[in-house]
Structures are given as C-alpha cells and as structure tokens.
C-alpha cells in the first residue's frame, strides 16, 4: 500500500493537495472473505466468498459507485447535488484504518471528493465468531451551505455473472413473508416498500442469492442480506454487460432527497450480509447466531415466557371480570404471563372500538374500576407476569390528544386529513422531539405507576399517508420519511436507557415491523395477525430465513378461525405454535376440555423443549411450498446432544405417498433416542417412540413419520446416548 499526491484545482488558481491512499483490504470473518483495492481513483470489490489460499478470481466492481463519474452500466448508489448545482462525486480513498470493536473488526475507509468538501466513510463491521459482516456509510457535508442527498445506499456487493437466483420475501397483511423464487436474468429488479411506517408487510427488506442454480435448504453456495431499516426501502439487482450482479441495498430515495446541512453527518442503515455453503438454512442460522448475539436486544441469548394474549378472545370487550378469568385460566394451563391488548383505555371517548381514544392512555375505570393495579396483584397471586398492549405512535381523531395537540399529527396544512383504520386513526409526527417525549413519556407513566407491568406489546396498524410536518421547515418536508424512523429509535433508545428489562415486543398489524431496524429495541415481534394454525406454517417458515424462533410470536387460535373460517385440530395448532415463542390467543371460556388439557400437555412439555426451540440452531427440512404433503423442520443444540423433529401433515389423499424426512445437524456417530412430545389427548405414542438410531441413519436414511388424518402432526425430542 502507498500514498500518491493528487492535485485538483478550484476555478484556475488554487490546487487543492489530496492524498491517495492505495492498497488492498481484507475483511475477514471465520469462513469468509471480502476483499477491496484502493486504486488512486476509486475504491474496488475484488471478490467475496469462502476463505481460499492464494490468489482468487478479481471482479473490477466499485465498491460505492457513485454518480457522474461512472458510467452508467455501473449504477449509483451514491449521488450529491452539491450547493453549487453539481451532481458529481469523484471519491479517492485517503485513509483506511482497522480496529477491534467488541466480538468484530471494524474497517473504516475514509473517501474525499476531488472537488468539494464532502467526505464519505465506509465501514465494514465483520464479525470474529459469525460469518456475518455489517456495512454502513456516514455522508459529511463540509460545505458552507446544505447539500441534497439524492440517493443514499447503505452498501452494494457484486457478483459474477452466473446461474444465480434470488429468493425474496413477498405477501400482504395476514399473509406475510412468502418466498419468491426466480433466476437473476439481464436487466434491473427493484424490491422496495413505500408503507412509510411498516416494511415488511409486502416485501420485507431482505434476499438471498443462490449461486449454484435454484434454491436449496441445505445445500449451495448461497449469500443472504438484510437491510436493518424499518422505513422505506429500495433493493435494487442489476444484471448488465458486464458480466457481473451488482446488488444495492439502501433508504427509498422517493420524496426522501434528504437535506443535509452544513457541518452535519449523514448515517446510513446497516446492511448485515453473509454466505453459506450449507444453502438458505445455512444463511439463516448465521443470521439467527448474529440476532442473539449482537442484533437483538441484550436479551436475545434468552428465553421468553408462555403467555395469554386477550385480543381474539375478547377483543374491545374487556371487564374487569374477564381479564382475572383470563389470568386464572393461562395460570390453570401452566403458563407464564397475561397480555392485556387493546380496549383498556379512554375516559372522555371509550375505547369499544378501533375509532376512539388512541393517545388517551389513561385506564377506563368503567371497564376497570379498580384500575390496573388490581390486575397486576390478581397475576402475581396466581404467579403470573402482567403485560400490556399500547400503540403510542398513532392517535384518533375522536380522542382527547387529537383535540389539544393537532398539529402533532402528520399533515398539510391547508389539505384533507385521509384516515385510516377504523375512519379516524392518524399518525403522530416522529420527527417532533415534542412527540417524542409524549411517546416515552406513555411507556414511562405506565411503568412508573405499575412497576409490576413485565411486558408491553407495541403495536403499529397505520401506513403513513399523510405526507407533511408541521415540525420541519419548509425546505425540509422531504427528510420526513427518515426522520421519522430516526425520531422513532431516538426514543426507543430512551425507553430501552430506562427499562432495559421490561419485555417489548414490535408488533404492526402482524408482522408489518419484522426488521433489524427495530429489533434491537425490542424482544420479539408478532409474525402475523393471521392464527390459521396452516397458514401460519407458511408464514412461519418464510419468517425464519432471517429471524430467530426467541423472536417470533406464534400463537394457539381458536377453531373454526375466523378468518379462514377453517377448523383444524387442537393439537396440529399447539404443535405449530410450539415451534417458535408459544403463546395463545382465544378466549380459554370457550375451550373444550380436550382442548384444556391439550394446551396445558403443550406448555408443560415446551418448558422442557424451550431452550432448544428458541436457542437451537435451525434445519428447514421439507417446505410447505414444496407440495409434497408436509412440511417438516428441526432444531439442534451446539453439542448436536439434543434435537426436536416438528413434522405437519398439509394435506389428506386417498393413496398418499408422503416423503421420507431426512435429518440434518446431527452427529453421525452418536446414538439418539427418539421420544415423542405433547403426545395427542387419549392417543398412545407412535411406533418410532423409544426407537434408538445413530446420526448417520437419520441423516441419510431418514424417517417414515406416521400421520393419520386430516391435519396430523408430530413432535419428537432426540437425545443422545450418554
């Protein structure tokens, strides 16, 4: 590596002296390599893959193309519109630096304009015990008046041109997270979210890219990435002449052209990559390893309770009555913690429906007349945690807030407000710090008055669709997008400062927020608003490729559902929900005794199974949206001493052929007994029970698992001989 001066010259008489730092860059993990050559002109990925000895095959891709210096093959993932009207960006590398940071080596390249004040650092965050590297920009405008930030990209990777396809993750409310699969062919694929408040809801902010032809779960080189931003997002895949894939991750730069004043710095979202050669399973538990240790809250190496959420079963009908019913009944069936949803709160306008009140988080003494603190002391006589449901970032129009503060609500003065659910809900305006401090301040009255509450759940049911601040000036309504996220972690960050130990889970309609943007604030977020134990397999297994079980809320619902209106067996919904953080969701008033007593066989025999459904290292086995009948998947601890088998029966045919289900992750030399778990009201276990088969059968021979009838299913633990 080397220094090279470089002359640039503003007007015709003053040079400006740059110094050019040359060189190569290795960033490093366990398993993988990224690697990056600073030339005098531009900074270059050379390659990014498995850790190999010698030389490897160089790509020539920039590693942050920037506009009006490339060509255009080469899209931009960074462009300027400097003070003085200029759209151009010429980056040199004038400085590299590498340094320790926690469990990661963290890389900062720094790069100068040739012409104006403006630098740009690129970091490289890459983890020392996971195959994971983060990358993020920070933008610093040194000129003497503001600059527009017209696109913004978090980081791009490049590579070769080949039979590559791309999975990403597409569905709506009720039915998120669906894999769609296609081969990467020539031409530009833009994957973007515009919901303004939610991103996740139609396609999430995540891909991944198979290099070795269609998707496999476990098997193929595969690469997975995730941008860890929760508002609007763009995913660009650019397959152009010159024999190579450039994929760019980064903030939708759509009515978001951000301004930046002078002496300020820009902060990009991190963007998490990794590679595998163990397939799409092989990406996610790379990723489920970094979400507990480093991409969660401190909690994420932890297990969550068993709980009761009151929203199906009783909806806005909330008494007093009822919910000491609902408490006496999770604590009869075993479980853990009580969740009290919307339609608590509201004195001048009650909460008995979704077009009133949001905002006015004061008790309904109608509803509760001996307040909340009677309800904390009901749980914790029947020895159980007492949690919450609020949604602090949103207001009605019939509510008390609305009526003192309206100009907290995002809007344009002068035009229509257009109002969301329920004909009258509006979003507060995070951008405000006024409305960040009424927003802790929410979490931070509950939690003063009732230190008991061990949970919130934090919901988000609104798109943003009135675009304007009252708060921003004039020049600024295009920063409102970002702001508001940026508003929005403020004060998460301020809740978490305070309440580090107080269980948060991020929930938006479903799974609206289920991103690395947010995640680090909270514990665990709601997969989806649709308990259809089927369809929730679906969801579910989508869900996974990114996220960790100890994050996914997957719950117990009542049948016939309603909004399937499908009947399915009690123990197919309790071995669905068990495979991820169990809870339920109905009204246990309604159960049937076989039902009772199902749920309450299910929580007793997840409390032993749980550290190693939410802590193990997942195996998806047989996909749903494979066709053939089941799906079925399976997690191992590290020691490969202790496994569960879930298998689901999709469908039931006459002559059915169901598919031998071949085990991953375990030790081929070691003997594992198989017992069978949550074992059916009445029913004796199947013929594999007490079985003994080394690692080796159960890998490459595989299992007949029985499934008799409609919606069958089975749970089995795997213990290794001692």
């Given at each position: ?353 979704d077009d009133a009140a949001l905002g006015d988080w004061e008790v309904d003494r109608k509803k509760i007349p001996n307040g909340i603190g009677a309800l904390t002391r009901a749980a914790a006589e029947r020895n159980i945690k007492f949690g919450i449901w609020i949604e ?331």
């Open positions: 590596m080397r220094n090279k001066l470089l002359f640039t010259f503003v007007g015709l008489i003053f040079p400006v002296v740059l110094l050019a730092w040359e060189g190569n860059i290795a960033i490093t993990t366990p398993n993988t390599q990224l690697l990056l050559k600073a030339t005098a002109n531009n900074l270059l990925q050379t390659y990014y893959g498995p850790r190999v000895e010698g030389q490897v095959p160089e790509l020539q891709a920039a590693a942050l193309p920037t506009f009006g210096t490339v060509d255009m093959i080469e899209l931009p993932a960074l462009q300027v519109l400097h003070a003085s009207g200029d759209l151009n960006l010429e980056l040199m590398v004038s400085n590299y630096t590498s340094a320790p940071d926690g469990h990661a080596t963290l890389h900062t390249i720094t790069l100068k304009d040739k012409l104006q004040p403006v630098t740009v650092i690129i970091f490289y965050k890459a983890y020392q015990t996971i195959d994971l590297i983060e990358t993020w920009t920070e933008i610093f405008n040194g000129e003497k008046k503001s600059i527009q930030l017209k696109r913004f990209d978090s980081g791009t990777l490049a590579l070769p041109r080949g039979n590559v396809w791309t999975t990403h993750l597409h569905g709506n409310w009720a039915a998120e997270a669906v894999p769609t699969q296609e081969p990467l062919t020539p031409g530009l694929k833009v994957i973007r979210n515009t919901d303004g408040a939610r991103n996740a809801h139609c396609d999430a902010p995540s891909l991944m890219l198979s290099l070795d032809g269609k998707p496999q779960e476990n098997t193929g080189r595969t690469i997975g990435m995730t941008l860890c931003w929760s508002g609007n997002y763009e995913l660009r895949l650019n397959t152009a002449n010159n024999q190579r894939h450039q994929i760019y991750a980064g903030i939708d730069p759509q009515s978001s052209e951000y301004i930046l004043d002078s002496g300020k710095t820009f902060e990009t979202p991190h963007l998490a990559f990794a590679y595998s050669k163990e397939g799409m399973s092989g990406v996610s538990r790379i990723f489920h390893r970094w979400a507990r240790q480093e991409g969660m809250l401190h909690s994420g190496m932890t297990t969550r309770d068993i709980l009761l959420n009151s929203w199906e079963g009783i909806y806005f009908s909330i008494t007093e009555e009822r919910i000491i019913n609902m408490i006496d009944d999770i604590s009869g069936m075993g479980g853990e913690l009580f969740v009290m949803d919307d339609g608590w709160f509201g004195t001048k306008y009650q909460r008995n429906s602090p970032e949103a207001t009605n129009t019939r509510s008390e807030l609305f009526e003192k503060h309206p100009e907290w609500v995002m809007q344009t003065k002068g035009r229509e407000l257009k109002l969301g659910r329920g004909g009258t809900q509006v979003m507060l305006d995070m951008s405000n710090p006024q409305v960040q401090d009424f927003v802790f301040g929410v979490v931070d009255r509950l939690l003063t008055a009732y230190p008991e509450i061990a949970y919130i759940k934090w919901d988000a049911n609104a798109s943003i669709q009135n675009y304007g601040s009252t708060y921003l000036p004039a020049n600024k309504q295009q920063n409102l997008y970002v702001d508001y996220h940026l508003g929005l972690v403020k004060t998460l960050q301020r809740i978490r400062a305070k309440y580090p130990n107080v269980v948060i889970q991020d929930c938006a309609s479903g799974g609206g927020r289920a991103n690395y943007g947010l995640l680090p604030y909270f514990d665990e977020f709601w997969v989806s608003d649709n308990n259809d134990a089927l369809q929730r397999i679906y969801i579910q297994w989508g869900t996974s490729y990114f996220f960790p079980s100890n994050a996914m809320a997957q719950h117990i619902g009542g049948s016939p559902y309603h909004m399937t209106h499908r009947s399915l067996p009690i123990k197919f919904r309790c071995d669905v929900a068990m495979s991820g953080r169990l809870g339920m969701e109905l009204q246990p008033r309604d159960m049937t005794d076989e039902e009772r007593q199902q749920c309450t066989t299910a929580i007793s025999d997840y409390k032993t199974l749980r550290p190693l459904i939410q802590l193990g290292n997942l195996y998806r086995l047989v996909s749903p949206y494979e066709k053939q009948g089941l799906a079925a998947l399976m997690y191992v601890d590290d020691n490969q001493s202790d496994a569960v088998l879930f298998v689901y029966k999709l469908e039931n045919m006459m002559n059915q052929t169901l598919p031998r289900i071949c085990l991953s992750g375990l030790d081929a030399g070691k003997t594992y007994i198989v017992v069978e778990k949550n074992l059916q009201v009445g029913k004796e276990p199947c013929a594999l029970n007490g079985k003994k088969y080394t690692g080796a059968t159960l890998m490459e021979v595989g299992l007949d698992i029985p499934l008799e009838g409609d919606y069958a299913s089975r749970i089995f633990e795997l213990k290794a001989e001692n």
